[in-house]
């Protein structure tokens, strides 16, 4: 199999869970994972650089160049 940064996203998409909750969080740099996301009663994206490229607050991207680890979580969810 192609490593994770080499993917389309329709060939990440057709993943199963397991596939995907296997890759390493550094190499899928989800938002899930990113130490600019934030929430109260929904997640939004902190980082003003992601937010004017993207046009949005919203998350959900994969290979994220604006992703940073949030290591408590990770660690936490990956027992790294």
């Known amino acids: ?19 995907f909750l296997a890759v390493d969080p550094y190499e899928k740099k989800s938002c899930a994972e990113c130490g600019w996301l934030k929430a109260s009663v929904t997640w939004w994206c ?6 004017e490229a993207r046009g ?6 994969i290979k994220c160049a604006y992703w940073k ?4 979580y990770i660690k936490t969810k990956y027992k790294k």
């Open 1 to 19: 199999m192609k490593n994770f940064s080499e993917l389309t996203t329709e060939e990440i998409s057709s993943m199963t869970d397991e596939e």
């Open 46 to 51: 902190k980082n003003p650089e992601a937010v």
């Open 56 to 61: 949005t607050a919203i998350p959900g991207i």
């Open 69 to 72: 680890p949030d290591e408590k």
